[in-house]
C-alpha cells in the first residue's frame, strides 16, 4: 500500500484492507478510492461496479491450468475510466479478495442499518 496523500478537505473512511491494499470511501466527492498494485485509483460506484464486474469474470481455475505459453498477466480497463490495471495471477485473486471483502462490509453496513431503522420505528 502506499501512503494516502490527498487533499486535506478530503475526508474519507477504510471500508476494507488486506495486505495487498485497501478500499476507500468518500461521503464528501461521492466516490471511492482503490489502493492497490501501486496506485491510488479514484472510482465513482457505477466504476467500480464494472471492476468488480470485470475482475470476477477472470476464469483463474482455466488461467492456471492452461499449458499454453500465454502470459500470466491479465489487462484490466473499465470503460469510462481512466484507469488500467495490469496484473499477474496473484494480483487477482488479492484483487478479487479486496473486492469481496468491501462489497461484503457494505452489505453488513446495510443490514445493521435496516435493522437498526427498524428498531427505532
Known sequence: MQNLTIQSSVDFV???STKAGAIYQSDAENCWYVDFAGKLA???YRNILKLKKAVYHID???LLLNNTKS???EILFICACDHCYVL???QII???ELLQGTFVMLELNHII???LHRIVI
Open 14 to 16: 477504510e471500508v476494507f
Open 42 to 44: 479514484r472510482f465513482d
Open 60 to 62: 483463474i481455475e482455466d
Open 71 to 73: 502470459p500470466d498477466v
Open 88 to 90: 499477474s495471477l496473484m
Open 94 to 96: 488479492e484483487l478479487k
Open 113 to 115: 442499518q435496516d435493522r
